[in-house]
T-cell receptor, first 115, second 119 residues
């Protein structure tokens, strides 16, 4: 069975600080990897995704993530955070090449950015 | 882009009553939809996979007789919480996968969620 672990429960940063949120997954096969963001009072939105190819993927709003297969990791990064990045961030995984499989989510990381 | 609509966004009901939540894919067809439950400060827990024209597949520990799922068409799935109790109070979120081709085909689009409060 797949599982996702997000190491940071709550991260507090000042504006312009750099961000890295950890995500590790457990699965014996090939996976698709995702980062979703949930702003206060809003629904989940896709930040970025990795299916195959270049392990460094760029998403919206200046976010990027790097897939390191040997470490089963897919950490999310942003060089300079803004107050508007305050939100809940979820890493998710599903089995690649299997149509109709659900996403399995990590427990989420709350990011608080102070201005 | 793909849009998933959930209704109602908020519902308050008395203990013992049943509540139906609708999930619609507005601009695409979805053979498969997924229902999640989100607790405060917790991640999304997959409850069940809703399959158009067939029975839903429930995750371990989810009572299928309490959480009835019907996927009547390629754009509509419903979750009915039967004989609701206060412990069923939660945030229920549906998602759907665009059956189209391209990179968007394997991306889930989420509804805005439905907050259920059982008194």
């Amino acid at each position: 069975a797949q599982s996702v672990s997000q190491h940071n429960h709550h991260v507090i940063l000042s504006e312009a600080a750099s961000l890295e949120l950890g995500c590790n997954y457990s699965y014996g096969g090939t996976v698709n990897l995702f980062w979703y963001v949930q702003y206060p009072g809003q629904h989940l939105q896709l930040l970025l995704k990795y299916f195959s190819g270049d392990p460094l993927v760029k998403g919206i709003k200046g976010f990027e993530a790097e897939f390191i297969k040997s470490k089963f990791s897919f950490n999310l990064r942003k060089p300079s955070v803004q107050w508007s990045d305050t939100a809940e961030y979820f890493c998710a995984v599903n089995a690649a090449n299997q149509a109709g499989t659900a996403l399995i989510f990590g427990k989420g990381t709350t990011l608080s950015v102070s201005s | 882009g793909a849009v998933v609509s959930q209704h109602p966004s908020r519902v308050i009901c008395k203990s013992g009553t049943s509540v139906k939540i609708e999930c619609r894919s507005l601009d695409f067809q979805a053979t498969t939809m997924f229902w999640y439950r989100q607790f405060p400060k917790k991640s999304l827990m997959l409850m069940a996979t809703s399959n158009e024209g067939s029975k839903a597949t429930y995750e371990q520990g989810v009572e299928k007789d309490k959480f009835l799922i019907n996927h009547a068409s390629l754009t509509l799935s419903t979750l009915t919480v039967t004989s609701a109790h206060p412990e069923d109070s939660s945030f229920y979120i549906c998602s759907a996968r665009n059956q189209g081709s391209g990179s968007g085909a394997n991306v889930l689009t989420f509804g805005a969620g439905s907050r259920l409060t059982v008194l």
